[in-house]
Nanobody
Framework: QVQLVESGGGLVQPGGSLRLSCTASGTPLDAYAIGWFRQAPGKEREGVSCISSTADRTYYADSAKGRFTISRDDAKNTIYLQMNGLKPEDTDVYYC???????????????WGQGTQVTVSS
């Protein structure tokens, strides 16, 4: 069972940036496609972005295109979500998960992390 851990969330002003990290201790992630999701209380979970195991495919939700960049560093066993131009509506708990990653979407989330809070507010 893959145990994922997210970090990098926090409080940032509108227009600011954050870089989220997703890693796993004791489990190489290089065989897994990883997705980022976000969810606020009372809202449906949204698939934000994903990257294939070989980094040859990525997907971004419309809300993330042009502002977020997903990447992976398998030497560090970490997947990143660089978020720029943050808006108050980006405020959510962000989760990473093992997924099936397609250029048109994210499917079949499996193992989840515990989430990291992102708050965009002045």
């Amino acid at each position: 069972q893959v145990q994922l851990v997210e970090s990098g969330g926090g409080l940032v002003q509108p227009g600011g940036s954050l870089r989220l990290s997703c890693t796993a201790s004791g489990t190489p992630l290089d065989a897994y496609a990883i997705g980022w999701f976000r969810q606020a209380p009372g809202k449906e979970r949204e698939g934000v972005s994903c990257i294939s195991s070989t980094a040859d495919r990525t997907y971004y939700a419309d809300s993330a295109k042009g502002r977020f960049t997903i990447s992976r560093d398998d030497a560090k066993n970490t997947i990143y979500l660089q978020m720029n131009g943050l808006k108050p509506e980006d405020t959510d708990v962000y989760y990473c998960a093992t997924v099936l990653c397609y250029t048109w979407g994210i499917r079949a989330p499996g193992a989840w992390g515990q989430g990291t809070q992102v708050t965009v507010s002045s």
